[in-house]
């Protein structure tokens, strides 16, 4: 049996007409393998790749360098805040369940949210616009973008861009759904070889590679506001605490940064702020368990020692990488250069950054 998404992401890849583009969250590449027989926690990235070529993608390409520019975006977020005095602390936005919590519970908070959308969406937009250049897709082609991700609430994320007009990924296909349509098809990931991503975008850093684990994410923008700011600081966050506070010097101020999962945590944060009047600068905040490694919409069952294994697996995965940071990244540079001008512009604003949550955002604030 395969979804109703699944079929009719089958039907695009069997009439040839659209170009079809996968890309692949983090959090995937180490759970995907339970599916097919694999240890738990067991990395199959490459494998994924050449069993999503044989499915009938043309393009396949990594999530995680569009957390790379989320990063190098939200790191800048930052920086002016710190130069502004706040508001702080600026909490994460790249999980949809966080953000869901966030306009019911917390209006009043979400003025403090980054404005970067999520990696798939910040992909998509990049694979629509500024690759679409380098493809020189025909004007008869469509391209049909297809998001392999841990989280059915993705599905979501991506119809809520496309209400404003946006239309940056076209379906979101889970870990389970990606898993029973590449079985349906008869393509076993045990005797798929083994294949790179396209290399048209470019090759994501430990700091994106990171951000399907708890903690992944606070670590990844940290450390690349201590590049941008010349400062050789770098910390890592691998502890798969629920509610975590950590301070780090950075450029000369301390800052107090904090990670949490669950969002039965979040509000225990928020209270520990209000009564010891603390002042935090950054929160990473994910909704599920060890991160997006315990998504709705990874293999099941679930339990904690899984989702361990699982993201153990993915900071073990960043850690072959080389580059720590996307502002130590060519690829991205390459990007900004050729086509979004500078961090934190108009151009980038418009394309990365969330017209929709800023909308829904005024709109309970004036409530
Ligand atoms: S933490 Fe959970 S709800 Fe949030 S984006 Fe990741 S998988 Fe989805």
Known sequence: MISKDSKQVLGMLENKKTIMVAQIAPAVR????????????TE?????????????FDYVFDTCF??????????????????????????????IGW???????????LKKLSTCMAPQITLGALINSYLLKYLKVKDDKKVGVVSIMPCILKKQEA???ATIGLEEVNFVLTTKECADLLKYKNIDLKKCGKTDFDKYLGHATQAGKKFGATGGVLEAVINTYAAMKGDKT?????????????????????????????LQNLDKIIEQIK?????IHLIEVMACPFGCVGGPGQPTPVNN????????????????ENMETPYDNKDIRKIYNLYLDKIGTEKTKELLHMGFIHSKIKNNLKR
């Open 30 to 41: 180490v759970s995907m393998g339970e599916e097919f027989g694999y240890n738990l926690g």
């Open 44 to 56: 199959i990235t490459e494998k994924l790749i050449s069993a999503l070529k044989q499915l009938g």
């Open 66 to 95: 569009g957390a790379d520019v989320v990063t190098l975006e939200e790191a800048y977020e930052l920086d002016l805040r710190i130069k502004n005095n706040g508001p702080f602390p600026l909490m994460t936005s790249c999980c």
């Open 99 to 109: 953000r869901n919590h966030g306009l019911q519970f917390y209006p009043q908070k």
């Open 159 to 161: 119809k809520q861009e």
């Open 234 to 262: 770098r910390i890592t966050i691998d502890d798969d605490k629920p509610l975590n506070e950590y301070s780090v010097n950075i450029d000369g101020k301390k800052l107090n940064i904090a990670k949490v999962w669950g």
């Open 275 to 279: 009564c010891e009047k603390k002042e």
């Open 305 to 320: 020692e899984k989702n361990k294994k699982r993201a153990n697996a993915l900071r073990k995965y960043a850690k072959q």
